[in-house]
């Protein structure tokens, strides 16, 4: 199942992500990463991330400093440039996976079609096979709409074709 060849060859890096950066804590859950994002105080995110073994995703330079090889200080100021710098920093594959919630971080599961007929626009629930739904929020993702562009967008956005 492809799903499971989508986990095996994840990586283990996890990232916390500070207020400057939440759209591209959004991507990297989309690209497989487990990303949480934080609005706490500087020494609750520096703490939080060495105790979960996250790396600190910030624009802040005073942060950046201070957290110093727990942190990473994105110089780009462009969502577009923030991502393709990351990716190209930790080397993340900008590939499309549905393994993390966009929205929450919770993880995502593919769950038979039946459980969630009621979950889904009756058009949707007729023309797809295949359903996963997040084991926090609950949400239901099939392909095609857990975001708006496709994964050839995505490498051209980021010129990385
Ligand atoms: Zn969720």
Not at 57 to 82: C, M, N, P
Not at 127 to 152: E, M, P
């Amino acid at each position: 199942m492809a799903y499971l060849a989508y986990v095996s060859v994840l990586k283990k890096m996890k990232f916390l992500v500070d207020t400057m950066l939440g759209r591209i804590a959004r991507w990297l859950r989309l690209f497989g990463y487990d990303t949480e994002y934080t609005q706490s105080e500087d020494d609750d995110i520096l703490y939080r991330a060495v105790i979960e073994g996250r790396t600190i995703l910030t624009r802040d330079i005073d942060f950046a400093a201070k957290a110093g090889k727990f942190a990473y200080l994105v110089q780009s100021e462009i969502l577009w440039d923030k991502l393709r710098e990351i990716v190209l920093e930790f080397n993340i594959e900008p590939k499309l996976k549905l393994t993390q919630c966009p929205k929450c971080n919770g993880r995502i599961h593919e769950v038979e079609k039946n459980s969630i007929e009621f979950l889904v626009p009756k058009y949707t629930f007729l023309t797809h096979d295949k359903f996963w739904q997040c084991k926090s929020c609950k949400k239901v993702y099939w392909r095609g709409t857990h975001v708006d562009l496709a994964q050839k967008d995505i490498l051209t956005k980021l010129r990385l074709e």
